[in-house]
Protein backbone atom coordinates (compact mmCIF):
# COMPACT_ATOMS: atom_id res chain seq x y z
CA UNK A 1 0.00 0.00 0.00
CA UNK A 2 1.28 3.55 -1.17
CA UNK A 3 1.26 5.88 1.72
CA UNK A 4 1.74 8.59 -0.72
CA UNK A 5 -1.47 7.58 -2.34
CA UNK A 6 -3.38 7.48 1.09
CA UNK A 7 -2.05 11.06 2.52
CA UNK A 8 -2.85 12.82 -1.42
CA UNK A 9 -6.20 11.13 -0.38
CA UNK A 10 -6.63 12.49 3.07
CA UNK A 11 -4.96 15.41 2.65
CA UNK A 12 -7.44 16.52 -0.13
CA UNK A 13 -10.38 14.97 2.38
CA UNK A 14 -9.26 17.40 5.08
CA UNK A 15 -9.16 20.20 2.83
CA UNK A 16 -12.85 20.33 2.16
CA UNK A 17 -13.80 19.94 6.28
CA UNK A 18 -12.35 22.32 9.57
CA UNK A 19 -12.47 18.96 12.05
CA UNK A 20 -11.09 15.33 12.35
CA UNK A 21 -13.75 12.49 12.09
CA UNK A 22 -13.53 9.88 14.95
CA UNK A 23 -15.82 7.16 13.40
CA UNK A 24 -15.74 6.16 10.00
CA UNK A 25 -19.16 4.08 8.45
CA UNK A 26 -19.26 2.21 5.75
CA UNK A 27 -22.88 1.23 4.08
CA UNK A 28 -23.58 -1.77 2.10
CA UNK A 29 -26.22 -2.21 -0.46
CA UNK A 30 -29.03 -0.65 0.06
CA UNK A 31 -28.40 0.97 3.26
CA UNK A 32 -26.60 4.24 2.25
CA UNK A 33 -29.50 6.31 2.82
CA UNK A 34 -28.19 6.60 6.31
CA UNK A 35 -25.35 8.87 4.89
CA UNK A 36 -28.48 11.05 4.89
CA UNK A 37 -28.95 11.61 8.54
CA UNK A 38 -25.78 13.08 8.51
CA UNK A 39 -26.31 17.28 9.95
CA UNK A 40 -24.36 19.73 7.83
CA UNK A 41 -22.64 17.47 5.60
CA UNK A 42 -19.55 17.78 2.99
CA UNK A 43 -20.37 15.57 0.40
CA UNK A 44 -17.08 14.34 -1.57
CA UNK A 45 -17.91 12.21 -4.97
CA UNK A 46 -15.36 9.37 -5.27
CA UNK A 47 -14.30 10.65 -8.47
CA UNK A 48 -13.18 13.80 -7.25
CA UNK A 49 -10.71 12.17 -4.50
CA UNK A 50 -7.16 11.48 -5.97
CA UNK A 51 -6.37 7.87 -6.16
CA UNK A 52 -9.75 7.18 -4.89
CA UNK A 53 -11.89 3.52 -6.90
CA UNK A 54 -15.43 4.21 -7.92
CA UNK A 55 -18.20 2.52 -7.00
CA UNK A 56 -19.89 0.73 -10.14
CA UNK A 57 -22.91 -1.31 -7.84
CA UNK A 58 -26.45 -0.26 -8.26
CA UNK A 59 -27.49 0.89 -4.69
CA UNK A 60 -24.17 2.33 -3.61
CA UNK A 61 -24.28 6.22 -4.18
CA UNK A 62 -20.24 6.37 -4.82
CA UNK A 63 -19.69 9.47 -2.35
CA UNK A 64 -18.22 10.37 1.29
CA UNK A 65 -20.40 12.24 3.56
CA UNK A 66 -18.52 14.27 6.34
CA UNK A 67 -20.55 15.84 9.15
CA UNK A 68 -22.33 15.49 12.31
CA UNK A 69 -24.47 12.44 13.73
CA UNK A 70 -25.62 12.10 16.74
CA UNK A 71 -23.18 15.11 18.03
CA UNK A 72 -20.41 12.84 16.83
CA UNK A 73 -17.65 13.62 14.07
CA UNK A 74 -18.08 11.23 11.23
CA UNK A 75 -17.31 10.13 7.84
CA UNK A 76 -19.54 7.91 5.91
CA UNK A 77 -19.02 6.30 2.83
CA UNK A 78 -21.93 6.18 0.83
CA UNK A 79 -21.07 2.93 -1.59
CA UNK A 80 -18.06 0.53 -0.63
CA UNK A 81 -15.81 -1.41 -3.94
CA UNK A 82 -15.79 -4.93 -4.18
CA UNK A 83 -13.08 -7.27 -5.22
CA UNK A 84 -15.46 -8.86 -7.76
CA UNK A 85 -15.78 -5.50 -9.31
CA UNK A 86 -12.16 -5.83 -10.71
CA UNK A 87 -10.65 -4.03 -7.95
CA UNK A 88 -7.67 -5.39 -6.04
CA UNK A 89 -7.46 -5.43 -2.50
CA UNK A 90 -5.28 -2.93 -2.21
CA UNK A 91 -8.13 -0.60 -3.75
CA UNK A 92 -11.01 -2.74 -2.05
CA UNK A 93 -9.57 -1.43 1.49
CA UNK A 94 -7.93 1.98 0.47
CA UNK A 95 -10.91 4.07 2.07
CA UNK A 96 -10.02 2.52 5.04
CA UNK A 97 -6.44 3.35 4.65
CA UNK A 98 -7.36 7.27 4.30
CA UNK A 99 -9.75 7.22 6.94
CA UNK A 100 -7.95 6.27 9.32
CA UNK A 101 -5.22 8.90 8.28
CA UNK A 102 -7.99 11.31 8.58
CA UNK A 103 -7.71 10.04 12.31
CA UNK A 104 -10.98 7.95 12.68
CA UNK A 105 -10.12 5.12 15.26
CA UNK A 106 -13.70 3.36 15.58
CA UNK A 107 -15.00 1.94 12.16
CA UNK A 108 -18.85 0.54 11.86
CA UNK A 109 -19.40 -1.32 8.83
CA UNK A 110 -22.23 -3.01 7.11
CA UNK A 111 -23.37 -5.48 4.89
CA UNK A 112 -26.61 -6.42 3.17
CA UNK A 113 -25.76 -10.44 3.24
CA UNK A 114 -27.67 -14.09 3.01
CA UNK A 115 -28.58 -15.75 6.37
CA UNK A 116 -27.21 -19.83 6.78
CA UNK A 117 -28.42 -19.75 10.59
CA UNK A 118 -32.53 -20.97 10.61
CA UNK A 119 -33.50 -18.90 13.37
CA UNK A 120 -33.17 -15.47 11.13
CA UNK A 121 -35.03 -13.85 8.74
CA UNK A 122 -35.38 -11.22 5.70
CA UNK A 123 -35.16 -8.43 7.44
CA UNK A 124 -32.69 -9.17 10.65
CA UNK A 125 -29.92 -7.90 11.94
CA UNK A 126 -26.72 -9.40 13.19
CA UNK A 127 -23.94 -7.95 14.88
CA UNK A 128 -20.82 -9.99 13.50
CA UNK A 129 -18.59 -11.46 16.25
CA UNK A 130 -16.39 -13.61 13.88
CA UNK A 131 -15.66 -14.19 10.29
CA UNK A 132 -14.52 -16.37 7.87
CA UNK A 133 -12.37 -15.06 4.84
CA UNK A 134 -13.68 -16.82 1.81
CA UNK A 135 -12.64 -14.45 -1.26
CA UNK A 136 -9.26 -16.45 -1.91
CA UNK A 137 -7.48 -13.00 -0.73
CA UNK A 138 -5.90 -11.00 1.24
CA UNK A 139 -5.07 -7.11 1.43
CA UNK A 140 -2.04 -7.74 3.63
CA UNK A 141 -0.36 -9.96 1.33
CA UNK A 142 2.81 -8.72 -0.16
CA UNK A 143 5.47 -5.79 1.64
CA UNK A 144 4.13 -4.92 4.82
CA UNK A 145 4.71 -1.21 5.64
CA UNK A 146 4.78 -0.90 9.45
CA UNK A 147 4.36 2.62 9.42
CA UNK A 148 0.54 1.05 8.35
CA UNK A 149 0.85 -1.74 11.08
CA UNK A 150 2.36 -5.30 11.94
CA UNK A 151 3.21 -7.80 9.96
CA UNK A 152 1.03 -10.93 11.30
CA UNK A 153 -1.48 -8.52 12.80
CA UNK A 154 -4.24 -10.97 15.23
CA UNK A 155 -7.63 -11.61 14.22
CA UNK A 156 -8.73 -13.80 16.79
CA UNK A 157 -11.03 -10.62 18.02
CA UNK A 158 -11.24 -8.80 14.81
CA UNK A 159 -14.92 -7.33 15.72
CA UNK A 160 -14.63 -5.41 18.93
CA UNK A 161 -16.23 -6.87 22.27
CA UNK A 162 -17.25 -3.48 24.26
CA UNK A 163 -19.04 -1.89 20.91
CA UNK A 164 -21.03 -5.02 20.54
CA UNK A 165 -22.06 -5.07 24.38
CA UNK A 166 -23.06 -1.43 23.36
CA UNK A 167 -24.64 -2.20 20.19
CA UNK A 168 -27.04 -4.82 22.18
CA UNK A 169 -27.17 -2.57 24.94
CA UNK A 170 -28.75 0.44 22.58
CA UNK A 171 -30.82 -2.56 20.39
CA UNK A 172 -32.62 -3.45 23.80
CA UNK A 173 -33.15 -0.08 24.83
CA UNK A 174 -35.02 0.56 21.42
CA UNK A 175 -36.78 -2.68 21.25
CA UNK A 176 -35.43 -4.19 18.17
CA UNK A 177 -34.27 -7.90 17.83
CA UNK A 178 -30.53 -8.42 16.73
CA UNK A 179 -29.03 -11.45 16.60
CA UNK A 180 -24.98 -12.44 16.93
CA UNK A 181 -22.76 -14.81 14.48
CA UNK A 182 -19.74 -15.72 11.93
CA UNK A 183 -20.02 -13.46 8.33
CA UNK A 184 -18.63 -15.42 5.68
CA UNK A 185 -16.90 -13.15 3.19
CA UNK A 186 -16.95 -15.04 -0.44
CA UNK A 187 -15.45 -13.21 -3.77
CA UNK A 188 -18.61 -13.43 -5.91
CA UNK A 189 -19.97 -11.78 -8.05
CA UNK A 190 -21.64 -15.47 -8.66
CA UNK A 191 -23.89 -16.15 -5.68
CA UNK A 192 -23.12 -19.57 -3.93
CA UNK A 193 -25.07 -22.89 -5.20
CA UNK A 194 -26.15 -25.22 -2.62
CA UNK A 195 -23.50 -27.36 -2.32
CA UNK A 196 -21.20 -24.46 -1.38
CA UNK A 197 -23.84 -23.04 1.18
CA UNK A 198 -24.18 -26.35 2.81
CA UNK A 199 -20.39 -26.56 3.26
CA UNK A 200 -20.45 -22.74 4.79
CA UNK A 201 -23.16 -24.04 7.78
CA UNK A 202 -20.75 -27.09 8.42
CA UNK A 203 -18.17 -24.60 9.41
CA UNK A 204 -19.99 -22.29 11.57
CA UNK A 205 -20.90 -19.46 9.05
CA UNK A 206 -23.96 -17.51 10.17
CA UNK A 207 -24.17 -15.32 7.22
CA UNK A 208 -23.09 -15.44 3.51
CA UNK A 209 -21.76 -12.12 1.67
CA UNK A 210 -19.37 -10.20 -0.84
CA UNK A 211 -17.93 -7.61 1.32
CA UNK A 212 -16.69 -6.35 4.82
CA UNK A 213 -13.69 -9.19 5.66
CA UNK A 214 -11.24 -7.09 3.82
CA UNK A 215 -11.85 -4.06 5.08
CA UNK A 216 -12.12 -5.32 8.50
CA UNK A 217 -8.56 -6.83 8.30
CA UNK A 218 -7.17 -3.80 6.88
CA UNK A 219 -9.13 -1.92 9.80
CA UNK A 220 -7.76 -4.14 12.46
CA UNK A 221 -4.30 -3.49 10.79
CA UNK A 222 -4.65 -0.49 11.29
CA UNK A 223 -5.51 -0.61 15.05
CA UNK A 224 -9.04 0.64 15.05
CA UNK A 225 -11.77 -0.49 16.91
CA UNK A 226 -14.56 -2.14 14.52
CA UNK A 227 -18.40 -2.84 14.87
CA UNK A 228 -19.93 -5.28 12.38
CA UNK A 229 -23.97 -4.58 11.38
CA UNK A 230 -25.37 -7.40 8.53
CA UNK A 231 -28.47 -7.20 7.38
CA UNK A 232 -30.05 -10.18 5.88
CA UNK A 233 -31.74 -9.82 2.72
CA UNK A 234 -32.46 -13.44 2.19
CA UNK A 235 -32.37 -16.63 3.49
CA UNK A 236 -29.48 -19.04 1.86
CA UNK A 237 -30.31 -22.52 3.86
CA UNK A 238 -29.44 -25.00 1.02
CA UNK A 239 -32.56 -27.05 0.89
CA UNK A 240 -35.26 -27.66 -1.81
CA UNK A 241 -37.24 -24.32 -0.89
CA UNK A 242 -34.05 -22.49 -1.67
CA UNK A 243 -35.17 -19.26 -4.04
CA UNK A 244 -33.32 -18.10 -6.95
CA UNK A 245 -31.81 -14.64 -5.52
CA UNK A 246 -31.56 -11.45 -7.45
CA UNK A 247 -29.71 -8.12 -6.59
CA UNK A 248 -33.40 -6.46 -6.58
CA UNK A 249 -34.49 -8.66 -4.07
CA UNK A 250 -31.59 -7.81 -1.99
CA UNK A 251 -32.21 -4.08 -2.27
CA UNK A 252 -36.15 -4.45 -1.60
CA UNK A 253 -35.45 -5.77 1.59
CA UNK A 254 -32.26 -3.80 2.77
CA UNK A 255 -34.91 -1.09 2.16
CA UNK A 256 -37.59 -2.38 4.00
CA UNK A 257 -35.15 -3.23 6.93
CA UNK A 258 -33.70 0.57 6.89
CA UNK A 259 -35.60 2.32 9.46
CA UNK A 260 -34.67 -0.09 12.37
CA UNK A 261 -31.29 -0.09 10.73
CA UNK A 262 -31.10 3.56 11.34
CA UNK A 263 -32.28 3.95 14.43
CA UNK A 264 -29.48 1.02 15.87
CA UNK A 265 -26.64 2.69 14.01
CA UNK A 266 -27.79 6.11 15.13
CA UNK A 267 -28.23 4.96 18.76
CA UNK A 268 -24.58 3.39 18.95
CA UNK A 269 -23.08 6.44 17.71
CA UNK A 270 -25.07 8.44 20.09
CA UNK A 271 -23.91 6.45 23.11
CA UNK A 272 -20.26 5.16 21.89
CA UNK A 273 -17.56 6.53 23.44
CA UNK A 274 -14.58 8.44 21.85
Same mark, same amino acid.
Not at 4 to 19: D, G, H, L, T, V
Given at each position: ? *??????? $???? @???? #? %? &? =????? +???????????????????????????????????????????????????????????????????????????????????????????? *??????? $???? @???? #? %? &? =????? +???????????????????????????????????????????????????????????????????????????????????????????????????????????????????????????????????????
Amino acid at each position: M *NIQKINE $AAQF @ISSK #I %N &F =TPDIG +LILGSGLGVLGDEIEDPTIIKYEEIPNFPVSTVEGHAGQLVIGKLEGKDVVAMQGRFHYYEGYNMDEVTFPVRVMKALGVNILIVTNACGGL *NPNFYAG $ALML @INDH #I %N &F =TGANP +LIGPNNNDLGVRFPDMSRAYNSDLIDLAKEVANDLGIEVFEGVYTAISGPSYFSKAELNMLTVMGSDTIGMSTVPEVIVARHSNMAVLGISCITDMAIPNEHLEVLTHEQVMRVAQEARPKFISLVKGIVKEVSI
